[in-house]
T-cell receptor, first 116, second 113 residues
């Protein structure tokens, strides 16, 4: 059973456009929702994360929108650049703040290409 | 910020041999370490959770006798793939939980020939 569903699987956007990646979760016990960027052969790097007490969070060019009632969250990348081309994963966990947290459940990933 | 150092970054081994992967937390104490496996063009799948000084907890379908995890100190956790076979070839990544978020190692590409 896939607990975090991510879409689209792949996405091509022109430079300067705003790619949007969506995720939906099933486990209402999840309370930490991060987004990771991964380049080939490297470990994932945290971009931005949100907790369910807020509906939106911005950090630089990255924005997370969170809809608790719909159990959905999305990543927006403003002013996208070719260097943003990578695979993006959403994830979720329970007990994400402080100690005693579970491991992360990842979405299947989105392969993003930003065309010059 | 918190850094997890993972070694080796890549390893090639013969079928039937064992391989050890190390993850060290460099500037913090990692009470809990998570181990993930990622097959090509796929997502990260949690294999096991290790807590310092206690036995690891394995996810369903992960063979605990094949993937030995040791977390003997607050700064070092190891994953040993025993009697490796070609189907064990994958990208293995460790992650430690800090007070803020999860920090990942850079991964180990294991190829079993």
């Amino acid at each position: 059973q896939q607990q975090v569903k991510q879409s689209p699987q792949s996405l091509i956007v022109q430079k300067g456009g705003i790619p949007i990646i969506n995720c939906a979760y099933e486990n209402t016990a999840f309370d930490y929702f991060p987004w990771y960027q991964q380049f080939p052969g490297k470990g994932p790097a945290l971009l931005i994360a949100i907790r369910p007490d807020v509906s939106e969070k911005k950090e630089g060019r990255f924005t997370i929108s969170f809809n608790k009632s719909a159990k959905q969250f999305s990543l927006h990348i403003m002013d996208s650049q070719p260097g943003d081309s990578a695979t993006y994963f959403c994830a979720a966990s329970r007990g994400g703040s402080g100690g005693g947290a579970d491991g992360l459940t990842f979405g299947k990933g989105t392969h993003l290409i930003i065309q010059p | 910020g918190a850094v997890v150092s993972q070694h080796p970054s890549w390893v090639i081994c013969k079928s039937g041999t064992s391989v050890k992967i190390e993850c060290r937390s460099l500037d913090f104490q990692a009470t809990t370490m998570f181990w993930y496996r990622q097959f090509p063009k796929q997502s990260l799948m949690l294999m096991a959770t290790s807590n310092e000084g206690s036995k690891a907890t394995y996810e369903q379908g992960v063979e605990k006798d094949k993937f030995l995890i040791n977390h003997a100190s607050l700064t070092l956790s190891t994953l040993t793939v025993t009697s490796a076979h070609p189907e064990d070839s994958s990208f293995y990544i460790c992650s430690a939980k800090t007070n803020v978020d999860y920090t990942f190692g850079s991964g180990t590409r294991l190829t079993v020939v």
